[in-house]
């Protein structure tokens, strides 16, 4: 794996982007844009999954980050939980749904992949990289 030196460069956070630049235009129209509990509650997942993985990748411990991304992981399946309320209040079309839906399968897919990676990866996060620096000193 490619060293990664900022979540922007972290696949899951792109396509965490994606899926919240999503769900902003789908909700910013029709029966959604009126719903203003509905529409704030699954803009504000869609947020904390790309925010979320920005923060624990900050954090520079791979403990902390793999927490961060499980609750990354969790608000993509907050996000599909809530496309179905939106559909089967006929807020969007199946299509829109079926696209959402799909980006947020995606992010979970990576999100999960990435933690996997983290959990058998021998680095620990760069605050540790920084002790070990200090203890060879």
């Known amino acids: 794996m490619a060293t990664i030196e900022r979540f922007e460069d972290i696949e899951a956070w792109k396509k965490a982007r994606e899926l919240t630049r999503d769900v902003y235009q789908v909700s910013s129209a029709g029966g ?47 996000v599909r ?17 079926d696209q959402i839906y799909g980006e947020a399968q995606e992010t979970s897919r990576l999100i999960a992949g990435f933690m996997r990676y983290l959990e058998s990866s021998p680095f620990r996060g760069e605050k540790f990289k920084q002790g070990q620096r200090a203890a060879q000193l």
């Open 81 to 97: 939980s809530q496309l179905y309320v939106a559909l089967d209040a006929r807020f969007i079309t199946q299509p829109q749904f």
């Open 32 to 78: 959604l844009a009126r719903d203003y509990g509905l529409r704030d509650q699954i803009r504000r997942a869609a947020v904390s999954g790309m925010s979320n993985i920005a923060e624990g990748f900050e954090r520079g411990g791979n403990r902390e980050f793999i927490q961060f991304l499980a609750n990354a992981k969790g608000s993509t399946g907050e």
